[in-house]
């Protein structure tokens, strides 16, 4: 009887308890509020298969580690969060899972943040297992966050991000107020998907704390996150307080770097940057500040350069201010292994010396690093280098020892005691082949603290069996890195199945438009010849091609500033072989004047674009990855192409790369080509400008700076095999010498000349 008494009692207290933790079910908006009203530890609010549109959850509890709060889908992935929603959390032992945030944005500075309150934070809280896909703002400068921290002891882990276009970090740790100091954030098993250009600064996808908190400590970790096509500026992950772990990432395809922006004292180790051999973006890691460890890193086929170099050391500004530079000391690289990337150790990157008379005292970028240690280093060239390393400034607070080099017989000009070896490369799977063996004839220099470094890149123990480069030995390796499976929300894939387009061939207008509407992205509509006579905007609002294989007219008699087509977010257009004339009051080509939330694209090929007021009118906040005239001709137009509506001058621009190529300009009145970036901002090397193999005739007649192309502030110009007949110009281009603009092999009759400026003024951002 005692014995069956103790089993009642027990089945009481498992009753209880499951009782306690029953789910709450709910399937509107209203019945979540409730719910959310009255939780106690415990709790499981489930929401029901389905859409929560413009629904602003504010999720604030009590739970206990043993009994946490949950607030999970019915089934994950199947909860949508659309419209103008957000979620805050705020308490202890909250948990959030399987959410999808998409076709909308947050009304607030962030998508989900943890915390309700300046003073009510999250802590012990996660967020896993969800997915924010293009959850953008309407406008590029309405800057916002994704996910928030506050608090302590917070996590994001196994989510999908990607598609933010408009300013701000992705992610961002916050460290105002003590109740977020050494918070011990984790940041685990995430996939950053693409995030693409923005244009300027404020793109970060990850970001720890801000210049004004960052001599605090913040202890966050990033670990083992897939980082894919994470373009969106030159810095991935900007680390802006101390302690910091990022350990075991891979950055896969993506242009930019992982930067001890600000902040000491942070370990960047065990991490993989992949590149294709080719894209000189993909970048590295660039250290700044004091205190950080560099180990068993593997660079393969990373071909940045400067501030995306494999290693970039950068030069800091004596008695820097926290928003600015602060000079690299005590740092370690070691343990590291480059495969056929460029350059990887570069020095005194930054120095801006030569540009002290249009930049204050304050600018200059000349204390060049000390008691910095790059050793133990492993360097394989299937092509040999010139410039292993390279020397912006001079390295001499750096110390050389033990590092190795295969360098396919290339003679090395300043080697710094790189030891050569002739190595051979082993197999480690996902596509990747390293040197593992060749160098163990090599005594690793033992620095002060070394001993730490207890591990390889793929976790091997050092301890009885240690030799130079982040791998030990080949001996069962076989990775996997780029299994997206293992990264991410568990119901999300971004594998998309590539599908045939669908080429719609159309007669007349009417059917033009209908096509335009019905088509699918990415399919063809075919123009057979004719004239077709349009007279409002055909808009454009996803991946088409609109083109003609005989001889095809359209006839734009719309109203006066409207555009013949009209770009919108998505909108990705390419015409080839069409003839497009206009009544001269109207554009060719226009985005919308506002809530640009996406990108777009446009290609023109083997094209006439004749008699408009604007062949292409790009409005503020409008941004295309890639714009592109290549064969064409664009006549009797009162502006060209106008890309100069970005003057606040904090380093956006509308596109990163335009490319004139095998064109003719001829009686196009001003802003022939007008392509603007201002401001004085390191974060920003972008603008890409190609002009080649074009002609340019009676051009630039109304131009009042009297200059024919303008690119002010661009940083990458490239003008050459161009012929500039008769233009009344005095300047056909005025280059910026400090920066990556050149010109060549072009022919100037009556139509001034192309000068360089060595330093262009340019407004300070800070």
Not at 297 to 313: D, E, H, T, V
Not at 363 to 389: F, H, M, Q, W
Not at 613 to 641: D, R, W
Not at 642 to 658: F, Q
Request: aromatic content about 8%; some cysteine; glycine content about 8%.
């Amino acid at each position: 009887m005692k014995q069956f008494f103790k089993i009642f009692i027990l089945f009481l207290v498992i009753s209880s308890c499951e009782e306690k933790k029953s789910s709450i079910i709910v399937s509107s908006n209203s019945e979540l509020e409730e719910a959310l009203s009255n939780v106690k530890k415990g709790d499981n609010i489930v929401l029901k298969n389905g859409t929560y549109k413009d629904v602003n959850i504010k999720f604030i509890g009590e739970g206990t580690e043993n009994e946490p709060i949950t607030l999970s889908a019915e089934t994950a992935g199947e909860v949508f969060i659309e419209g103008e929603s957000s979620l805050e959390l705020s308490g202890n032992y909250l948990q959030v899972s399987g959410l999808f945030f998409r076709k909308g944005h947050s009304p607030k500075k962030n998508v989900i943040a943890f915390r309700t309150s300046p003073k009510d934070v999250a802590n012990h809280s996660s967020v896993t297992n969800c997915v924010i896909l293009d959850f953008n703002n309407l406008e590029r400068d309405q800057d916002n966050l994704w996910v928030q921290f506050y608090g302590k002891h917070n996590e994001l882990s196994n989510c999908y991000l990607a598609g933010k276009t408009n300013g701000g970090p992705t992610v961002r740790v916050d460290l105002k107020g003590n109740q977020s100091i050494r918070n011990y954030h984790k940041i685990v098993n995430n996939h950053f998907g693409p995030r693409p250009r923005k244009g300027g600064a404020r793109g970060e996808t990850i970001q720890l704390g801000s210049s004004f908190t960052s001599m605090s400590p913040s202890n966050t970790t990033i670990a083992n996150n897939l980082f894919e096509e994470c373009n969106g500026e030159v810095e991935i992950i900007s680390s802006k307080t101390n302690f910091n772990i990022i350990k075991n990432n891979v950055f896969y395809k993506s242009e930019g770097s992982v930067v001890t922006r600000h902040g000491n004292y942070v370990s960047v180790d065990g991490n993989y940057f992949i590149g294709d051999g080719v894209n000189e973006n993909y970048g590295g890691i660039r250290i700044i500040n004091t205190g950080h460890w560099v180990t068993n890193n593997l660079f393969y086929k990373i071909k940045g350069k400067n501030f995306r170099s494999p290693i970039a050391i950068m030069n800091g500004i004596p008695k820097s201010p926290l928003n600015r530079y602060n000079q690299v000391t005590d740092v370690v690289v070691a343990y590291n292994t480059f495969v056929n990337s460029d350059s990887p150790f570069q020095f005194g990157v930054g120095t801006n010396i030569a540009q002290a008379d249009v930049l204050p005292k304050s600018e200059i970028r000349s204390a060049r690093p000390l008691r910095t240690e790059v050793v133990n280093n492993v360097i394989y060239n299937a092509e040999g280098d010139t410039t292993p390393i390279v020397e912006h400034d001079k390295a001499d607070g750096v110390t050389f020892k033990s590092n190795v080099i295969d360098n396919n017989g290339v003679a090395i000009a300043n080697d710094k005691g790189l030891i050569v070896k002739d190595l051979t490369l082993t197999d480690i799977g996902s596509n990747l082949a390293v040197p593992v063996t060749g160098f163990n004839d090599v005594e690793p220099y033992n620095g002060f603290d070394f001993e730490v470094i207890t591990h390889d890149l793929l976790g091997k123990s050092r301890k009885n069996n240690n030799q130079i480069g982040a791998i030990l030995s080949d001996e069962n390796i076989k990775l996997n890195l780029l299994d997206k499976s293992k990264y991410g929300a568990s119901w999300f894939s971004n594998e998309v199945e590539e599908k045939e387009p669908t080429t719609h061939a159309v007669s007349n207008a009417s059917e033009l438009a209908e096509k335009l509407k019905a088509a699918a992205s990415g399919d063809v509509i075919n123009l057979n010849s004719g004239e077709y006579v349009i007279s409002s905007s055909l808009t454009i609002d996803k991946t088409i091609t609109v083109q003609s294989s005989g001889d095809a007219k359209i006839m734009y008699n719309g109203a006066a500033n409207t555009p013949l087509f009209q770009l919108l977010p998505y909108g990705k257009l390419i015409v080839k072989n069409i003839n497009l004339k206009g009544s001269n009051t109207q554009q060719a080509f226009a985005t919308l004047k506002e809530n640009m939330s996406n990108h777009f694209g446009l290609e023109v090929h083997n094209a006439e674009i004749s008699n408009f007021n604007y062949a292409l009118k790009v409005y503020k906040q409008a941004f295309a990855e890639e714009i592109t005239f290549k064969n064409t001709s664009i006549l009797n137009c009162e502006n060209g192409l106008e890309l100069s509506e970005e003057t606040n001058d904090r380093g956006d621009y509308n596109t990163e790369y335009l490319t004139v190529d095998g064109c003719t300009f001829n009686n196009v009145k001003q802003n022939v080509i007008d392509y603007y970036r201002g401001g004085y901002d390191e974060s920003t090397i972008g603008g890409n400008l190609l002009v080649t193999n074009s002609t340019f005739v009676n051009c630039a007649a109304k131009e009042k700076n009297n200059r024919l192309l303008n690119h002010n502030g661009i940083h990458n110009v490239n003008i050459n095999k161009n012929t500039f007949k008769n233009n009344p110009v005095k300047f056909v281009s005025i280059l910026w010498g400090a920066k990556n603009n050149k010109a060549s092999d072009n022919k100037f009759i009556n139509s001034g000349t192309i000068i360089t400026e060595q330093n262009l003024k340019q407004t300070l951002m800070y």
